[in-house]
């Protein structure tokens, strides 16, 4: 569920990173599509392994995915007539807002019961890697 609430403001940041700076928003819509495939996983194991159903896995993965596109079509929807860089910074600061407290609230939590050792701290600290990574490739 927190997978899939935090897809609203995703597909919402990436359309308007897109519309905002195509240059920007451009290979940040690759870093979403490409942690999207994780993301996917980390929702289909579990409901599979909870239901024994692949299509209702695959089905829950889709759900959760098809939040992104709804988020933005939502955000453009009530924001279309009032864009202007100072509406981009306050939607961005705010979805990063949405994002570490959905990260640090619910995400890590969740991980931390199912690890069993340091885990959760190398997923995070490979994943803050991954990102400057992949800021370094796109030079951010
Ligand atoms: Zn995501």
Redesign the pocket.
């Known amino acids: 569920m927190a997978i899939t609430l ?2 609203f403001p ?1 597909g919402l940041a990436t359309f308007f990173s897109m519309l905002d700076s195509p240059g920007i928003g451009a290979p940040l819509a690759a870093a ?1 599509a490409i ?2 495939i994780p ?1 996917g996983i980390a929702i289909a194991v579990p409901v599979y392994f909870a239901t024994r159903n692949k299509w209702y896995a695959v089905g829950a993965s889709l759900i959760s995915g098809l939040a992104e596109p709804l988020g933005a079509l939502i955000g453009y929807a009530l924001l279309a007539p009032y864009l202007s860089q100072t509406v981009f910074g306050t939607v961005f600061g705010m979805i990063a807002g949405v994002m570490v407290f959905l990260a640090l609230d619910e995400l890590l939590p969740a991980a931390k019961r199912y690890a069993q050792g340091h885990e959760t701290v190398y997923g995070l600290v490979s994943g803050m890697a991954v990102l400057a990574l992949s800021m370094i490739l796109f030079k951010w």
Do not use: G, K
């Open positions: 935090h897809n995703e979403i942690h999207n993301e």
